[in-house]
């Protein structure tokens, strides 16, 4: 008997930006493998089937139990906020995969792609994403320090909109003021900042700040946070972050 | 009366990836501008409806005549396919509405984010999205070709996994060839190359190609496809493209 595993974005966290692949994808699944709170936040009743619980750090281990159960014959959902492919859980169920010389066909594995906390952030500050883009994580566990700090040179330097992941956490202060120290060697100190927090929680908090006064402390970066740094052409029109799409609409 | 005009992202192009507050919107709107074929494909039957369609090149048009129908007091659903705040119609709205010194509370506007073209293509490829990317359009209709090449050397110098939106039309056949010869100056030509075409449709076709072979006329590149570019970590296991979340998961 080959079993399924299901790679599942569950969105920004509320049960009106689950798609129904993503429902229905738990709905099949007898264990779900995620976090409790989100999991039953967005997809609503699952007490008949057996999560296994997560936290923070357990990545490959939850990733090693999934495909445990699913090399088993059994189906099994894999849950992230946001999409599942974007610094979500799909990268390390892949290279557990790998290591374990998945054949590529049994178990089956099924991607079902969810809105990731950049778009959540961009729907609710304006467009800022307009242009072209790229998201950056300013977590350094499993990254060299070096190799972000290479990444965010390179997006300044090319007028990229830049999404910053993980911007800050107890231990990881400094990043981002580092961050802004690279983006101001290349944009305005007046260039348009969005920082929005818990996305369409009830704790949502959405806050248009400027890269000169991304340091302030009152901004309450943390890790529940997106930031999405403008381009040379990012404007804010009443509240709105606005990156036109094309180059002759600078206002 | 005051009137409001939705964004919203349809997804990739099937029901089961359309959230339920999109099709909330859709439903909850008078009047629709957008692709008739985009949007009776995901949200049924919507006859009861006002449609203004689309053609190519109209964006600013549509977009006009939305902000029209929304000040007049209507309700206005504003569709595009993937996301609409990437490469999709938010950026038309939004330039509109600030032309026309829009207040910021009337007409309200709303952006109802869906998955976008990368996200699906990701979700069909692997994991190939796990280390920091970019989007970059190839289209220079509205940014200048100088432009997009800094960023695609900017991207390939930084070793970003990068997501080629509209890689290729009638008109703009050697686009992609030089973004090929911006990333062969960084990244080995064995570096995988994903090309997703009409991904969650009946057409969808998806192939893992590399750096080397991408301009092969064979693999059919055309402005309904995604390419994705893989970093210097990005392997191919069993036909599925893997980027590592972590540097020292080389394979």
């Known amino acids: 008997m080959s079993g399924k595993l299901y790679l599942v974005g569950l969105g920004p966290g509320d049960a009106a930006h689950l798609t129904p692949a993503a429902a229905a994808a738990i709905a099949d699944s007898g264990q779900l493998v995620g976090y409790r709170f989100y999991i039953e936040q967005v997809a609503g009743d699952v007490s008949d ?92 566990l499993l990254t060299p320090w070096e190799q972000i700090v290479r990444r965010l040179q390179a997006a300044a330097a090319g007028d990229f909109v830049a999404a910053l992941y993980n911007p800050r956490s107890r231990r990881r202060i400094r990043h981002l003021d580092e961050a802004r120290r690279i983006f101001l060697e290349h944009r305005p100190a007046s260039t348009p900042v969005g920082i929005v927090r818990h996305a369409y929680r009830p704790e949502q908090a959405v806050t248009i700040a400027d890269l000169g006064g991304l340091d302030d402390p009152a901004l309450g970066v943390d890790m529940f946070t997106t930031v999405v740094i403008g381009n040379t052409n990012t404007y804010v029109h009443q509240g709105r972050m606005v990156t036109p799409r094309g180059y002759e609409a600078k206002q």
Request: proline fraction near 4%; charge should be negative.
């Open 49 to 140: 089937q057996v999560i296994h619980a997560m936290e923070l750090g357990q990545e490959l281990e939850r990733a090693a139990l999934a495909v445990d159960i699913a090399y088993a014959g059994h189906t099994v959902s894999v849950v992230s906020s946001g999409d599942a492919g974007i610094y979500g859980m799909a990268g390390p169920v892949f290279r557990v995969l790998t290591d374990r010389g998945w054949d590529g066909i049994a178990p089956a594995v099924e991607t079902v792609p969810g809105v990731s906390a950049l778009q959540s952030a961009a729907a609710l500050l304006g467009s800022p994403l307009m242009q072209d883009f790229c998201a950056i994580s300013l977590s350094d």
